[in-house]
């Protein structure tokens, strides 16, 4: 191991002590992902000083790699368990979905910046994950061939939760997702108990904009 990648795991383990743990983060198999999965090989080369930083890092095209606290508050909301088949709207870097991989059996994930897609895919591929299905298309479209899902997640934020989202949500499934205006949202989780929806407010959160054709995304500018 050479001194730098021995640098990021000193600041992987500070990350996950003083985060994760110490804001609540318990999922075991979740800190273990965390622990395992290099953030700063999904940030690019320039920034990846800031890989365990405690805030977002723009990873270019206006998008950002979230905060790691929450990252791990929305997957830890999400209750992803083995047997699950989990939509990832807003792939970006990939991160995400490298961590979603680890505690799901398989990870359909939606990126709608082609060269977000291909950069994600390449550090996937790098790393040896074989359980995620990647593309570049409408993520407020859901993705109807691969439904249903037991678990959608967003990383960008959606004006209402989209229908085709709840359309493709298998019966007891779970999404969790940002909900509000252009500069503030709340974290929403939304559940489904055949054909009743309900919702969960957790905390006030800030996103980029889930853009999208779909019901429920901002249109593009």
Request: hydrophobic letters at 40%; glycine letters at 10%.
């Amino acid at each position: 191991m050479s001194d730098t990648e021995h640098q990021f795991l000193t600041r992987r383990h500070e990350m996950v002590d003083h985060q994760l743990r110490a804001r609540s983060i318990s999922c075991p198999k979740l800190l273990e992902a965390f622990m395992d999965t290099p953030r700063e090989l999904f940030i690019p080369a320039e920034r990846r000083g800031e890989a365990y930083d405690d805030c977002p890092v723009p990873i270019g095209f206006g998008q950002t790699i979230s905060q790691p606290y929450v990252v791990a508050l929305m997957i830890q909301e999400l209750e992803v368990g083995p047997q699950h088949t989990v939509l990832d709207v807003g792939a970006g870097s990939g991160y995400q979905t490298a961590l979603l991989a680890r505690l799901a059996k398989q990870v359909y994930a939606v990126e709608r910046i082609a060269e977000l897609t291909e950069r994600a895919r390449e550090v996937l591929t790098g790393l040896g994950v074989a359980n995620v299905t990647l593309c570049t298309q409408d993520g407020s479209l859901g993705w109807p061939e691969h439904a249903p899902f037991d678990r959608i997640i967003c990383g960008a934020a959606a004006v209402e939760v989209p229908p085709a989202w709840v359309e493709q949500l298998a019966d007891g499934g779970r999404i969790i997702l940002p909900l509000g205006g252009e500069y503030a949202q709340t974290l929403v989780a939304v559940q489904r108990r055949g054909n009743q929806v309900r919702r969960q407010q957790l905390c006030g959160v800030r996103f980029v904009k889930l853009i999208g054709r779909g019901d429920g995304a901002w249109p593009e500018q």
